[in-house]
């Protein structure tokens, strides 16, 4: 059974930072493409950072030099660092996991991030 638990969201003020985790269960860590994705109130659902599995890293416009992608293959975790965030930062933020060539996609449950002005 696949499982992707996500946390670290919370409220927090306008520049201030979080960090969120994703861990992985059931699948083949390494192999997977890992990704955050985020979703505001009555917006579509927007890809945050990706990071492939050989850790190649990709950005939204909207994040580039405030947010960090990572993952630790050990720990079969992907973060998402989250400095100098602002109020349009809030959404629900979704860890997605994929691999392409076999046709898997998974996606966690979601954590509220809340940023306050």
């Known amino acids: 059974q696949v499982q992707l638990v996500e946390s670290g969201g919370g409220l927090v003020q306008a520049g201030g930072s979080l960090r969120l985790s994703c861990a992985a269960s059931?699948?083949?860590?390494?192999?997977?493409?890992m990704g955050w994705y985020r979703q505001a109130p009555g917006k579509q659902r927007e890809l945050v950072a990706t990071?492939?599995?050989?850790?190649?890293?990709n950005y939204a416009d909207s994040v580039k030099g405030r947010f960090t992608i990572s993952r630790d293959n050990v720990k079969n975790t992907v973060y998402l660092q989250m400095n100098s965030l602002k109020p349009e930062d809030t959404a629900v933020y979704y860890c997605?996991?994929?691999?392409?060539?076999?046709?898997?996609?998974?996606w966690g449950q979601g954590t509220q991030v809340t940023v306050s002005s």
């Open positions: 997605n996991a994929k691999y392409s060539t076999a046709g898997l996609d998974y």
């Open positions: 059931g699948i083949t860590f390494r192999l997977y493409a």
């Open positions: 990071i492939s599995s050989g850790r190649t890293t």
